[in-house]
């Protein structure tokens, strides 16, 4: 398929191609023989003529397959023509320019879809449909997929589709989508893993944000209505929009199983608790537990100290390459009203107690417990990628979540001097 060809022209961050083979084998299909182009006009149902009956069922089906494998014929041998001028090419810049300008899957998407419209609910028109949605993008996949949406929503995995989606660049074509499947999705599994997956693509905007805050030039190449749906930060409206999906998972489906032992309710619990409490602003929840030592300690007991509060474990390796700074961290703020935290995640304790020794780790640890990564404390808070960096004010207010690297020592920087500042101000 085009795809392997593709990957030469395609850019990080662009909304592209889902993939098709996500969605359904289309690429192994079978083929017909190459044949004279067709116009799109040849796309129609043949007329009957007069006198004659109008195709049945099973004859509108075969013609309408007949239709299908012959585009398939004709792209197949676009995509090869295109391979072989490509192959003649030595510098990688000219074969991006072919591509930008020769690559058929516009042109084909249109006649595809074309297809799928004039021969509804046959094979031939799934088939179609699930083409454009795999090999175009911009509003020719948009209209192929809420064409896909509207139409087979049965005949696709949604929880599939849900979860590939889930890796796009945000868009309010994504959230629509997501939007019409929640809406289509067969209650049960499928739909709590839709909303599940909902939540989750929604949870990824200030990642995405970061991303394009550093780099400029991914920005350039986003549409302008794109840029400003992932820049703008979610209304009350949108976030309650959001616990009323998690809460009808846990009211509807909340003993279903989700992962191992996790269930969808305990997941969207988890997804629940940090949309609605550990948003930058707000005043931290409490974490209460025992450290390596067994000896029972609470987040709230730093209270009136500038807190970094980072979720590890000895088996991460990004983990534990932050090790060599955040003892510099605790060495050059020892007489300052700071303190490091760890929340410790490996499963057996000694493994801790013996990294936390070895490594000269001498800030204090909750442990998570025997279940490691979803412990109690990570599992509450949601945390899904580790290292996880939240840095708390002395009011005991989140300012900064999910921060690592130059981000980290920035923070920590101006919480600091905002304390010293009001101690400062409360002495004269």
């Known amino acids: 398929m085009v795809r392997g060809l593709l990957c030469l022209a395609c850019t990080l961050l662009i909304v592209g191609c889902t993939d098709q083979t996500k969605v359904t084998n289309v690429a192994n299909s079978p083929t017909a023989p190459a044949v004279e182009n067709e116009t799109l006009a040849a ?33 197949q041998k676009s995509v090869k023509d295109l391979r072989d001028e490509i192959a003649t090419l030595e510098s990688k810049d000219d074969q991006i320019r072919i591509l930008a300008t020769k690559d058929p899957s516009t042109e084909y998407g249109k006649r595809f879809l074309e297809l799928a419209k004039f021969y509804p609910d046959t094979k031939a028109s799934f088939n179609a449909t699930l083409f454009v949605v795999g090999q175009t993008k911009g509003d020719l996949k948009c209209e192929a997929m809420e064409y896909l949406l509207n139409r087979y929503a049965a005949r696709v995995k949604l929880s599939k589709i849900a979860e590939s989606l889930k890796q796009e660049v945000p868009s309010p074509d994504v959230e629509r989508w997501f939007d019409l499947m929640i809406e289509k999705a067969k209650p049960g599994p499928v739909q709590a893993s839709v909303m599940l997956n909902y939540s989750q693509y929604l949870g990824q905007l200030p990642m995405f944000r970061k991303t394009i805050a550093i780099n400029p030039q991914v920005a350039e190449r986003l549409p302008s209505t794109q840029l400003e749906y992932i820049n703008a930060e979610r209304t009350d409206a949108q976030n309650q929009k959001t616990a009323s999906i998690l809460n009808s998972v846990i009211q509807q489906y909340g003993d279903l199983k989700f992962q191992g032992r996790e269930t969808f309710g305990e997941k969207a619990a988890s997804e629940l ?49 932050m090790y060599g700074h955040e003892q510099e961290l605790t060495q050059d703020l020892s007489d300052q009203p700071f303190v490091l935290l760890g929340v410790n995640s490996d499963a057996e304790k000694q493994t801790a107690i013996d990294a936390v020794r070895s490594e000269n780790l001498s800030w204090r640890h909750f442990w998570n417990g025997p279940r490691g990564t979803r412990g109690p404390i990570s599992k509450q808070w949601n945390v899904e990628g580790w290292p996880t960096v939240y840095l708390i004010d002395q009011h005991g207010v989140i300012r900064y979540k999910e921060v690592l690297g130059d981000e980290i020592d920035r923070g920590i920087e101006t919480l600091m001097a905002e304390l010293h500042q009001e101690i400062g101000a409360s002495t004269r």
């Open 43 to 75: 796309v129609q149902p043949e007329e009957p003529s007069p006198g004659i009956l109008p195709l049945d069922d099973d004859e509108r089906e075969a013609q309408a397959q007949e239709k299908y494998d012959a585009l398939q014929a004709e792209f």
């Open 273 to 321: 608790f940090e949309l609605t409490q550990l948003k930058v602003g707000m005043t931290v929840p409490e974490i209460e537990g025992e450290d390596l030592d067994g000896i029972p300690f609470k987040l709230s007991d730093y209270r009136g100290k500038v807190v970094m509060l980072d979720f590890w474990g000895h088996w991460c390796p990004p983990c534990r390459a």
